[in-house]
């Protein structure tokens, strides 16, 4: 059975838009996220390069650029609907691009929490995944 993922953006773009996991969506897919993650790695090289540690904003900015540019070639958007994505919900749009990819690719969206920890949740019940604290060997003697 085929995966559908819609966005609800009539309010904005004039229409709801659903796609599904075709072949050419999971490729399109594929590559954003692809793209998505050389761009994190040039923020990282660029703060080496200046001899400092990469700001937490330049990750925000590089995630919001490519999943705005991701769903625009997911959806076949042209330019100035492109541009209307920006005018949209972030959570809606994130939300739309995180569910295409988990559920077409098997793969995460990177996001800040994943980065900072803050706000990440990991089990299914919504819970929170705390850190194991690490186990400690003692002689039993």
Same mark, same amino acid.
């Given at each position: 059975?085929?995966?559908?993922?819609?966005?609800?953006?009539?309010?904005?773009?004039?229409? =709801?838009?659903?796609?599904? =996991?075709?072949?050419?969506?999971?490729?399109?897919?594929?590559?954003?996220?692809?793209?998505?993650?050389?761009?994190?790695?040039?923020?990282?090289?660029?703060?080496?390069?200046?001899?400092?540690?990469?700001?937490?904003?330049?990750?925000?900015?590089?995630?919001?650029?490519?999943?705005?540019?991701?769903?625009?070639?997911?959806?076949?958007?042209?330019?100035?609907?492109?541009?209307?994505?920006?005018?949209?919900?972030?959570? *809606?749009?994130?939300?739309?691009?995180?569910?295409?990819?988990? *559920?077409?690719?098997?793969?995460?969206?990177?996001?800040?929490?994943?980065?900072?920890?803050?706000?990440?949740?990991?089990?299914?019940?919504?819970?929170?995944?705390?850190?194991?604290?690490?186990?400690?060997?003692?002689?039993?003697?």
């Amino acid at each position: 059975m085929s995966k559908v993922v819609t966005l609800n953006a009539k309010d904005v773009l004039g229409k =709801d838009y659903t796609v599904i =996991d075709s072949f050419e969506n999971v490729k399109k897919t594929s590559k954003g996220l692809i793209a998505m993650f050389n761009a994190m790695d040039e923020v990282e090289t660029k703060a080496k390069e200046e001899k400092r540690e990469p700001l937490l904003p330049e990750y925000a900015l590089v995630i919001d650029e490519y999943i705005i540019k991701n769903v625009a070639k997911l959806l076949n958007l042209g330019a100035e609907d492109t541009k209307k994505l920006n005018e949209m919900s972030r959570s *809606d749009v994130v939300e739309f691009y995180k569910k295409v990819a988990e *559920d077409f690719c098997q793969m995460r969206v990177p996001s800040m929490g994943a980065i900072t920890g803050v706000g990440e949740e990991d089990k299914e019940d919504g819970s929170v995944e705390q850190p194991k604290e690490k186990l400690k060997t003692v002689d039993p003697k």
